[in-house]
């Protein structure tokens, strides 16, 4: 079995190795953002820490966390360590409240950030030989640009499609010979579906996907590799970090490898905080040692998996980890979009209605669906139908606004909602991940 | 003129007409005119009975939405071509319908149309000028 790496050297250094790299990487990084990010700096001051605390990768857990929070109360510019004329993008994602999270970049970001998708590609097999399908989305959303520029990077001859019009995308990937496919593993299995009906399968090159940005299944893996006759790879990332390609799945499709070069990965107990070890189960947390412009550190994912040390068959050496099996916090990652109930709440209230509400996830053909249900009140209702239609469309525009994706409003009969004596069941997630 | 339209908010599934009908029942409201405009989820009942007060602080006691309109009632033959002449003068109006919908009496010859209009007062008017007359909600055995 011949294995290829992008970056063999780093990809399969040793263990001594990669330690030697990652507290070089963290102490420089703690000085940097000691330096250059007053917002954290009082954070390790509040803690009692100072960058000469910080000598060894032992010593990070010294360090004070960042959340979501931290990163909504900073916006936009509160946690950049780099002056804006050396940045050159800007990637974001939705976040609560309506308030967005935006990470910046400088060309180096971008060129590492690319480097860590170029290692997802060709751990899927693909060379310069290959036509690399990105239909991930395009522009603020993390998906596209990354893969993107890994595509490049690989030498691929890369088609951006983006996501959306199903046909064209057949389309293309027949006449142009696409033969690795990049998106959401909804979209992946809703084109395979589509091939399947439409009996394409035999006028496909593909060989190999790579999806991420939201959960799936095994079955669903199997069903698309099945359908589409390829191997199916999972790819993780999040923007706050870089994006996708922080971890990244081998052959063997036995858990992601975390670029460790770049991000130091620990898993905590999330309700104390306290750092737990390998193989345990626990909360995701990420500390970017090589970022220069967004650079966070120890930043709590809520993401719940376990990280495992055996030697993978691959030769790879990065520590893997699972697939996230939930979250800490309430977000649903819908479409591969972030939503929280939270964000509901606000617009409900906003457009006048109670905030007695549930929230219905479900998978339906291999897309996820949001329902929004709500409760009718005196002063929404009308005897006229038009009206109370005309309320509901500007609400779920409203909803379409905040969460950038399509939830179905059903309006309910007052005190319908079942009412919980402690914290109010808001969600129902129906799919089966 | 006016007499009390009572909307209800339903959700669209089986049995709720059912339970609201059973509530009516028990406390002796008559119901004297019922339409539903519907959605595949919800739907508005909109109904006339003889007692509206009494019947809307019942509904809202069985944990109801509801609201109250003032909608107009005409009396048309109970003949083929009964109700032509009316909506020939809302069109002549340029009068818009929201809703209409039939009202049961026992007058014989007689047949009751409830309609919700845009522009009550040149309906009132026109209605006048041909020899045509609103009904009371006297008239119809209503408490007003």
């Known amino acids: 079995m011949s294995h290829r790496y992008y970056q063999p050297e780093i990809e399969t250094a040793s263990r001594e190795q990669i330690l030697a790299w990652q507290k070089e990487r963290l102490v420089k990084q703690v000085r940097h953002v000691w330096d250059h990010v007053p917002y954290y700096r009082k954070k390790m001051e509040e803690k009692g820490v100072t960058p000469d605390d910080i000598q060894e990768v032992a010593d990070l857990c010294k360090l004070p966390f960042l959340t979501k929070d931290d990163l909504r109360e900073a916006y936009p510019y509160g946690l950049l360590a780099k002056p804006l004329t050396d940045c050159v993008r800007i990637q974001s994602t939705s976040g609560t409240t309506g308030k967005r999270v935006v990470a910046f970049y400088t060309q180096h970001d971008l060129d590492l950030w690319e480097d860590c998708c170029a290692r997802a590609i060709v751990a899927a097999g693909g060379t310069n030989e290959d036509v690399c399908h990105v239909s991930y989305g395009y522009g603020l959303f993390t998906g596209g640009p990354g893969l993107n520029g890994g595509s490049h990077k690989v030498g691929c001859l890369t088609l951006p499609m983006s996501s959306g019009n199903t046909d064209r995308q057949l389309q293309f990937m027949i006449d142009l010979g696409s033969t690795i496919l990049c998106c959401t593993p909804s979209y992946a299995a809703y084109l395979a579906e589509s091939v399947h009906d439409r009996g394409l399968r035999d006028k496909l090159k593909l060989k190999a996907g790579i999806f991420g940005a939201e959960a799936w299944s095994e079955e669903m893996r199997r069903n698309i590799e099945k359908q589409l006759g390829i191997k199916a790879y999972d790819i993780y990332g999040l923007t706050e970090i870089s994006g996708p390609g922080v971890s990244f799945e081998c052959e063997a499709q036995t858990g992601m490898h975390i670029n460790e070069d770049h991000f130091i990965a620990e898993i905590i107990d999330p309700n104390t905080g306290e750092v737990l070890s390998d193989g345990q189960k626990g909360e995701l947390v990420f500390t970017s040692i090589t970022k220069e412009a967004f650079p966070l550190l120890r930043y709590r994912t809520r993401d719940i998996c376990i990280l495992t040390r055996e030697p993978c068959p691959c030769g790879r050496t990065h520590v893997k980890m699972t697939k996230p099996m939930g979250r800490s916090d309430d977000m649903l990652i819908i479409k591969g979009v972030n939503v929280f109930p939270s964000q509901i709440e606000t617009v409900l209230l906003e457009q006048g209605y109670p905030a007695n509400y549930q929230i219905l996830v479900d998978r339906v053909n291999n897309s996820d669906t949001l329902e929004v249900q709500v409760e009718m009140t005196a002063e929404n209702f009308s005897d006229s139908l038009a009206r109370i239609t005309e309320m509901e469309k500007s609400l779920v525009s409203a909803l379409k606004a905040m969460l950038g994706i399509y939830a179905k409003v059903k309006l309910v009969a007052p005190k319908s909602i079942v009412r919980s004596e402690g914290k109010a069941v808001r969600v129902i997630d129906n799919r089966k991940i | ?144």
């Open chain 2, 1 to 144: 003129m006016r007499i009390h339209q009572i909307s209800v908010f339903l959700e669209n599934r089986a049995g709720q007409l059912a339970e609201i009908t059973k509530v009516l029942a028990q406390n002796n409201i008559d119901l004297r005119a019922i339409s539903i405009a519907e959605t595949s989820d919800y739907g508005v009942l909109r109904m006339i009975v003889d007692d509206a007060e009494r019947a809307t602080s019942i509904l809202l006691a069985n944990g109801y939405i509801l609201s109250m309109t003032p909608v107009l009632a005409a009396a048309v033959p109970d003949a083929p071509g009964g109700l032509a002449p009316v909506l020939g003068l809302l069109a002549q109006g340029q009068i818009d319908i929201e809703y209409m919908y039939s009202l049961f009496t026992h007058v014989e010859n007689k047949a009751y149309m409830v309609f919700r209009i845009s522009d009550e007062e040149k309906f009132q008017q026109l209605m006048e000028q041909n020899g045509m007359q609103l009904c009371s909600a006297q008239e119809l055995g209503l408490k007003s």
